[in-house]
């Protein structure tokens, strides 16, 4: 199964953009990259998904790097609710299960 | 339906007792999903359900970790002669036929003392 990298921890200052790295360098070629939050104590809200091409909803963006090693989420306009844990997990091949990485605590401060 | 529900969200054991959790999905998701987490950590892999059918087992899922979807609905997660590495917080999570979203229940936070 692919592993993702991701740092521990960011800060953001409210209302400016949050750019959170992930790096899946065995990701295989179909094998799609996913972005869940979790809020102390919660379980794990989904936030978006992709395969190769930019993704974009209401939550957030998702830009894959064109060799898919690596990818960024982005939240365009932090509010102190999005401070989470941040996690970017791989769907393995066959569909079956998502594998997490250790997640990035996101500290947004006003 | 408002998302995935678990029961209880905290369960406290001796050692050695046997626990069950349980799981409802949302109701039309065809694949349910037991993931494992400890402090720190993401969370772990540990089974899935295809409707009634256990496609997948983890080897985190040892001999005392057994789970059932009966009738393709609700699931159990039974922990038989708890340890206190067992302590965690189990998730369960429901979707359609995957790549689309799977969604997570508020997970049930397991204390063996």
């Known amino acids: 199964d692919a592993k993702t990298t991701q740092p521990p921890s960011m800060d953001c200052a409210e209302g400016r953009a949050a750019n959170l790295p992930c790096n899946h360098s065995?990701?295989?070629?179909?094998?799609?990259v996913y972005w869940y939050r979790q809020i102390h104590s919660q379980g794990p809200q989904y936030i978006i998904h992709?395969?190769?091409n930019n993704e974009t909803n209401e939550m957030a963006s998702l830009i894959i790097t064109e060799d898919r090693k690596s990818s960024t989420l982005i939240l365009p306009h932090a509010t102190l609710r999005d401070t989470a844990v941040y996690y970017c997990?791989?769907?393995?091949?066959?569909?079956?299960?998502?594998?997490f990485g250790t997640g990035t605590r996101l500290l947004v401060s006003p | 339906d408002t998302g995935v529900s678990q029961d209880p969200r905290h369960k406290i054991t001796k050692r050695g007792q046997n626990v069950t959790f349980r799981c409802d999905p949302i109701?039309?998701?065809?694949?349910l999903y037991w993931y494992r987490q400890t402090l720190g950590q993401g969370p772990e892999f540990l089974t899935y359900?295809?409707?009634?059918?256990?496609?997948?087992k983890s080897r985190l899922l040892s001999d005392r970790f057994s789970a059932e979807r009966p009738k393709g609905s609700f699931s159990t997660l039974e922990i038989q002669r708890t340890e206190q590495g067992d302590s965690a917080m189990y998730l369960c999570?429901?979707?359609?036929?995957?790549?689309?979203?799977?969604?997570f229940g508020q997970g049930t936070r397991l204390t063996v003392v």
């Open positions: 999570a429901s979707s359609l036929a995957l790549p689309t979203e799977a969604f």
């Open positions: 065995t990701i295989s070629g179909n094998e799609y």
């Open positions: 359900f295809q409707n009634e059918a256990q496609l997948e």
């Open positions: 109701s039309e998701h065809n694949r």
């Open positions: 992709g395969l190769k």
């Open positions: 997990a791989v769907m393995n091949t066959g569909f079956q299960k998502l594998v």
